[in-house]
């Protein structure tokens, strides 16, 4: 398990992240998700030790992370590269080997998946050579080498076609299978919401809220939407709902309780016919749009 | 799992680059090939082998004179060679000179001897056995009226005293071989710099230098490219020396073998440090710029230090020059000068070597810190100030 606690980093006059906590507890994949400029990537660079924090620490199952911890950590920077002028199998071993492989190991591993993601025809071409779709892929490789502990992906999905984020998601899954944690950041947020067991939301530099997306959108208001076959201006008139949108035979209302939902529904079916009720379950870009503008 | 530490894998990469790399490959090539062009013409202008002369004689006299000129002419050059060819009179030998068989003739004439050549004569042949007539003579003479040559020339031996330390040749001689050194370290030190500065602004400006960071401590990676360009840096120049000291023993210059190569070996640690000590401050200008165009400007005062180290190194005299080889990187180039012409005492070259080791931690350290603060800084130059003054 992987852990912020406290993290919080000043710049001269700017504080980018601001006691930032949350978890991401093992074989869970957990997205970060905030606007620009929310303190992500800052985030990021602290759990991985690139950038000392101003205060706070980063836990390791449950005790500080150490150098030879981090080492073991697959990561994938915002600011993306690989050296454009060497072979993209030679430096993909050389990184495995920083990660601690052997040479054999490192050589193994990457010739293996950069078969797995098409690349098996090109292990010696220059990087600068690839496409830019190759080249994130060969940057996914990179991140995942060295047989990770966790996973720090800073915008992994960035740049993918559809088939290439099929493919990073069932790695990724693969990972948290063998009881990974891994974190990511995104803008996708259907990716997010698709692929993740939990979501931490960044805004201006705070957490403003985290949990599983059930738990996100447990505490948002109940909706209904109502369907009827005649006008439903009368639902007006019923004590304790309020009518978010009302278009002749269709209304969307707040209740105050399910008991009021409940009750209104029994009226509707009294007055004559119902063609829909159903909850309203707000998408995770509507969730994160209420707590960013909170 | 493997142990490698990772400053040698960040070494041994960049070992791996360069000598991969094809202009280095050519360039180094070049220069040596130029090193050994300057010893050949040398050999072929100067020495064309030891001399070899033949001289037509008459009777035994004029044998037993060459003998005693070919014993003369070998003390100056033991692979001289002197022959004496006898012929029947003073025709014969006309006819051997002038049919080149011979370079010149000893032909004993009424009141002595007379030395015939077909043109000049060389000066150096009509030296010595001019000198050989004239001690076998006066040998005969002192014979004749019962003394002998010692007591007749007793207290005429001038010997020569040249209170400049050396003659003319082996002041050229050490002033060439000390510019060389000084020329290889100004160039080493410019260009393995500069390669130490762009390969950090390389993984800067790929941006692989945010995973190298994740998965290394800087330090490490500092350490690595560091170590790697001054082996590169020492390799280069240990292969031009000994290029050098090899083309030496084909000139005639061979007698100054064993000066030179004991100040070239005296060179190495000068050389060495002075790299150094230079090594971690080019890493931190490469960390301070944060693309290959920006190098130009964070690389200049670099480049202007050396430029100017080269520059006073080599017209420094008199005291100034003695205070100079003892301030580090300076000492790189005047102290292996000074004792090549033996003006150091070996303490003074060792003294010279701690000041330059204690300079070199001190700039080990501040390029360290500069380097780690501003290395991760991606968007434009970073100033001495604020990468001095700035949060890792």
Not at chain 2, 179 to 205: C, T
Not at chain 2, 254 to 267: A, R
Not at chain 2, 368 to 376: A, E, I, P
Request: proline letters at 3%; charged letters at 20%; glycine letters at 10%.
């Amino acid at each position: 398990m992987l852990g912020a606690h406290g993290l919080t980093r000043q710049y001269a006059e700017v504080r980018a992240v601001d006691d930032v906590t949350f978890e991401v507890p093992a074989g869970k994949m957990i997205g970060f998700v905030g606007g620009n400029g929310a303190g992500k990537t800052t985030t990021m660079r602290m759990l991985m030790g690139v950038l000392a924090p101003t205060a706070g620490d980063v836990s390791w199952d449950g005790r500080p992370v150490t150098r030879a911890d981090r080492t073991r950590f697959g990561y994938m920077p915002e600011e993306r590269g690989l050296y454009p002028k060497q072979g993209v199998l030679d430096q993909l071993t050389y990184l495995g080997r920083l990660h601690g492989m052997s040479q054999h190991d490192a050589q193994g591993r990457a010739r293996s998946l950069l078969e797995r993601f098409g690349l098996g025809e090109r292990l010696k071409e220059k990087v600068e050579k690839l496409s830019l779709g190759n080249q994130q892929r060969a940057q996914i490789i990179a991140a995942v080498l060295g047989d990770p502990l966790a996973l720090i992906l800073d915008e992994p999905f960035s740049g993918l076609d559809p088939a290439a984020v099929d493919q990073m998601a069932d790695l990724l899954r693969e990972h948290t299978a063998n009881g990974v944690p891994v974190l990511f950041s995104s803008h996708q947020l259907d990716l997010v919401d698709r692929l993740c067991d939990g979501i931490v939301v960044l805004h201006k530099g705070r957490v403003v809220a985290s949990g599983t997306s059930e738990e996100l959108r447990g505490s948002a208001p109940l909706r209904y939407v109502l369907s009827l076959t005649a006008d439903a201006g009368w639902v007006r008139g019923v004590p304790g709902v309020r009518v978010l949108d009302l278009d002749g035979a269709t209304v969307q209302l707040e209740p105050e309780t399910e008991e009021v939902a409940q009750r209104l529904l029994t009226e509707a079916v009294s007055r004559g016919g119902v063609r829909e009720f159903s909850r309203v379950r707000p998408s995770l870009s509507e969730i994160y749009r209420e707590v960013a503008a909170a | 799992m493997s142990t490698t530490s990772p400053w040698s894998l960040v070494a041994l990469r960049e070992l791996q680059v360069r000598l991969t790399d094809r202009n280095f490959l050519l360039g180094t090539g070049a220069t040596i090939v130029v090193i050994i062009g300057i010893f050949a013409v040398q050999g072929f202008l100067m020495g064309g082998g030891a001399p070899s002369f033949t001289v037509a004689v008459t009777g035994e006299d004029g044998a037993t004179v060459v003998a005693e000129a070919r014993e003369a002419l070998q003390e100056t050059d033991e692979e001289a060679v002197l022959e004496a060819v006898q012929v029947a009179d003073a025709a014969a030998a006309e006819t051997a000179l002038t049919d080149e068989s011979a370079d010149a003739a000893l032909l004993p004439v009424a009141d002595g001897w007379e030395f015939v050549t077909d043109g000049e004569a060389d000066s150096q042949l009509q030296g010595v056995v001019s000198e050989a007539v004239r001690s076998t003579t006066l040998q005969a003479n002192a014979e004749a009226v019962g003394t002998s040559v010692e007591d007749l020339t007793a207290g005429t031996v001038v010997q020569n005293r040249d209170i400049s330390g050396g003659d003319d040749e082996s002041r050229f001689v050490v002033w060439v071989a000390g510019f060389a050194m000084a020329m290889l370290f100004y160039m080493s030190a410019i260009m393995f710099g500069m390669a130490i500065a762009s390969s950090v602004v390389e993984e800067k400006q790929s941006r692989i230098v945010e995973i190298l960071a994740a998965a290394i401590p800087v330090r490490a990676l500092l350490t690595g490219k560091v170590l790697g360009n001054t082996v590169l840096a020492f390799g280069q120049m240990a292969v031009m020396g000994a290029v050098a000291l090899v083309g030496l023993t084909f000139t005639e210059y061979d007698q100054y073998l064993s000066t030179l190569t004991q100040g070239f070996l005296w060179y190495i640690p000068f050389f060495i440090l002075g790299f150094l000590a230079l090594a971690c401050v080019w890493a931190a200008a490469g960390a301070m710029a944060s693309r290959t165009e920006d190098l130009q400007a964070t690389t200049m005062p670099l480049t202007m230090g050396l430029v100017l180290v080269f520059i006073v190194g080599l017209s420094l005299e008199g005291t100034a020059r003695v205070i100079g080889s003892f301030v580090p990187v300076l000492s790189t180039i005047l102290m292996p000068m000074r004792l090549l012409d033996g003006t150091a005492a070996w303490w003074e070259a060792a003294l010279a070597l701690v000041l330059t080791a204690v300079f070199c931690l001190v700039t080990i350290g501040a390029g360290t810190r500069l380097y780690r603060r501003s290395l991760l800084q991606t968007s434009g130059r970073v100033s001495l100030k604020a990468a001095w003054a700035g949060g890792e």
